[in-house]
């Protein structure tokens, strides 16, 4: 990722075509996305803040993400349980980028308001691959509270998404993660010898009760009146 790297320039003098924030890497090894599904959640410092009344995150507000050192203007899509969010508040949210960034299961974002000059939510990417499905979908939610219940285990991500698609191809899941080959092998293996998953060729193939699973980690989230 490229924040404070100065970019050379052409020989004939034109911009190499480098930005700010952009990410070098092979094309195989990523995939652009201007959708992600996030887990949301606004400070209550902001209740006491010096703002009299703080900025209401309201459905359909146009805001900034910022991942990393880049941002994109983002709109803020809210699932059909609330119409904002809070100071104090979480919940599951979608952002509809105004351009593809390379973003991966996990990653940290701000969100700040149009003019960039206060910060008003943050969190973290539950689903960077979002948008063929109405964030409302019963399957839709339960997936991504499955993730947003488990923040920091990669092992749990792959159960989730491999149960939300039934059958997934190894090459599209590691396009989403964070993990090195190596390590999502050893997660996959992990998740085989669980009798999660079982493999077929370069597919993933869900064993039954993992969707209930998930299902039952929806119920516990909402349960817990984080959702």
Not at 78 to 96: H, Q, T
Not at 133 to 144: D, N
Request: hydrophobic letters at 45%; aromatic letters at 4%; glycine letters at 6%.
């Amino acid at each position: 990722n490229l924040s404070h790297i100065e970019l050379a320039h052409r020989k004939d003098g034109a911009d190499a075509g480098l930005r700010r924030g952009d990410v070098i890497t092979l094309p195989e090894a990523v995939r652009l996305t201007d959708c992600v599904d996030v887990w949301l959640e606004r400070s209550p410092r902001l209740k006491a803040s010096q703002y009299a009344r703080p900025v209401a995150l309201r459905h359909g507000l146009n805001l900034r993400a910022h991942w990393l050192s880049t941002s994109a203007e983002a709109r803020l899509i809210l699932d059909s349980r609330r119409d904002r969010v809070e100071p104090g508040e979480a919940c599951l949210a979608r952002l509809k980028l105004s351009r593809p960034l390379c973003i991966l299961t996990g990653d940290r974002f701000i969100l700040r308001d149009s003019s960039q000059s206060t910060t008003l939510a943050g969190g973290w990417i539950l689903d960077p691959c979002a948008g063929r499905e109405s964030l409302r979908a019963p399957a839709v939610q339960a997936f991504l509270a499955s993730r947003a219940e488990n923040p920091d285990a990669p092992n749990a991500w792959i159960a989730a998404r491999v149960a939300k698609e039934s059958t997934i191809d190894r090459a599209d899941l590691a396009l989403e993660t964070p993990l090195s080959d190596d390590a999502l092998q050893r997660a996959l293996d992990a998740l085989h010898g669980a009798g999660v998953l079982r493999f077929l060729g370069r597919a993933l193939i869900a064993e039954a009760g993992l969707a209930d699973r998930v299902l039952e980690a929806m119920a516990r989230l909402v349960d817990s009146g984080h959702a």
